[in-house]
């Protein structure tokens, strides 16, 4: 879905032919949809790194400062090689900085959660950035924000199908993961 297909879709959810009138308005809701939305369904980039350790007990890689679309870290974000890197045991995470321990080297992929492209006039006719599972929850979202101000209840209506088909489409995403459990403390072990 393009932008534009996207507008047209939320002019007819509030019953309008079109949004001329709330285009600016229009691609700054898109925006904060796409981000809201990706945070449920993250949009997840890899760097690689030739890595080799340095001087000191840590070398640190500040992944903010690499890549201008940084947003956070997934869970299990490093693998060297072949190999899963633990936080706490071979890295440690602090805002957008990896610092990873003496011992490490070779090919490092750095997973992380990166932000939307933004929506504008510019952008219009392009694909929207976002996840395909999550790609019906946008008009939902951006109806909800568009319409707060002058239709009231309709707005409340479309931010309620929102939650409840994210809810949905969630439950649909994790259905299949393995749930696992480690216990510490030695009563997991024969």
Known sequence: MTGKELMEIVAQMGFAKTLDDNEPYFYQMTSLSLLQISRHFPLVK????????GAEYYTEYDVGALCDD???FPEKPLRLGSLLLQEGRDFLIEGSRVRLALGHEGNLEIRYCRRPCKVNADTLHKELDISPEALHLLPLLVSSYLWADERAELAS????????????AKKERFAHQMASYHCGNGWDKG
Request: net charge negative; glycine share 0%; aromatic share 14%.
């Open 70 to 72: 940084f947003r956070s």
């Open 157 to 168: 209506h479309y931010l309620a199908l929102f939650r409840s088909e994210l809810s949905e």
């Open 46 to 53: 890899t760097i690689t790194v030739e890595h080799k350790d």
